[in-house]
C-alpha cells in the first residue's frame, strides 16, 4: 500500500514568508508526527496529533509554528514568517496508534533565504 | 544530558562483517524502541521495532534490548555495500543522532 507521502519534496523561500507543508499519512494511521531534522541530527520532534487534535505539541519551538489535522488524515505545518534558521528538513510520520511503530515520508526540505 | 545517545561514526568496515551499533538512553520510563535506516537525502525507513528486553530477529538484522542497564543495540550480519547508510535508534518520539555507517566492498 502507499507510504507516507509529503509535498512539496523541495521548499525554497526568502526570510519573512510563510510557508505551508503538507503531509498524507498511511490509510487508516490514526496517530501522526511532525518532526525536523538538520544536517547530522537525528529527527527532533515537533507535534504529534492523534485523530484530529493536537496531543502533544511541546516541541514546537515558537509561535511561529502552527500544524492542524482537521479531519484526522491530512495534516500541514504551517511556518509564518521564516526565518533562515528554519531551514531543514521536515519529516512526517505515522502509525496506527500511540506507541506503535512511526513510518516515515520522504520529507520536505525547506530552504529559506 | 540527551535522552537516546549514539555514536555518530563514522563507522567503517569491510563487506561481509558483522556491524554492532549501539545506543544508550536514560529514561527508565522508555518502554519501545525502533532502528532506523536512513540514506543521504531520504526518509528514515523502519528496521526494527522492540518492546521487551531481549532479542528480535529479522533476517540479516538482530536488535537486543538490555533495560537493565538501558543499552540497545542493532547487529547486521553478512554486511553489504547497500547496508551504508546512517542509523538511528528512536524511543517513542525520541532519537539520537545517528551512526554513520560505511561498508567497504
Known amino acids: 500500500g502507499a507510504g507516507v507521502s509529503q509535498t512539496p519534496s523541495n521548499k525554497v523561500t526568502e526570510k519573512g514568508k510563510y510557508v505551508e507543508l503538507r503531509c498524507d499519512p498511511i490509510s487508516g494511521h490514526t496517530a501522526l508526527y511532525w518532526y525536523r531534522q538538520s544536517l547530522g541530527q537525528g529527527p527532533e520532534f515537533l507535534i504529534y496529533f492523534q485523530g484530529t487534535g493536537a496531543a502533544d505539541d511541546s516541541g514546537l519551538p515558537n509561535d511561529r509554528f502552527f500544524a492542524v489535522r482537521p479531519e484526522g488524515s491530512v495534516s500541514t505545518l504551517k511556518i509564518q514568517r521564516t526565518e533562515r534558521g528554519d531551514s531543514a528538513v521536515y519529516l512526517c510520520?505515522?502509525?496506527?496508534?500511540?506507541?506503535?511503530?512511526?513510518?516515515f515520508g520522504p520529507g520536505t526540505r525547506l530552504t529559506v533565504l | 544530558q540527551k535522552e537516546v545517545e549514539q555514536d555518530p561514526g563514522p563507522l567503517s568496515v569491510p563487506e561481509g562483517a558483522i556491524v554492532s551499533l549501539n545506543c544508550t538512553y536514560s529514561n527508565s520510563a522508555f518502554q519501545y524502541f525502533m532502528w532506523y535506516r536512513q540514506y543521504s537525502r531520504k526518509g528514515p525507513e523502519l528496521l526494527m521495532y522492540?518492546?521487551?528486553?531481549g532479542n528480535k530477529e529479522d533476517g540479516r538484522f538482530t536488535a537486543q534490548v538490555d533495560k537493565s542497564s538501558k543499552y540497545i543495540s542493532l547487529f547486521i550480519r553478512d554486511s553489504q555495500p547497500s547496508d551504508s547508510a546512517t542509523y538511528l535508534c528512536a524511543s517513542g518520539i525520541i532519537f539520537g543522532k545517528g551512526t554513520r555507517l560505511h561498508i567497504l566492498p
Open positions: 522492540t518492546y521487551s528486553s
Open positions: 510520520a505515522s502509525s496506527l496508534g500511540s506507541g506503535n511503530e512511526q513510518f
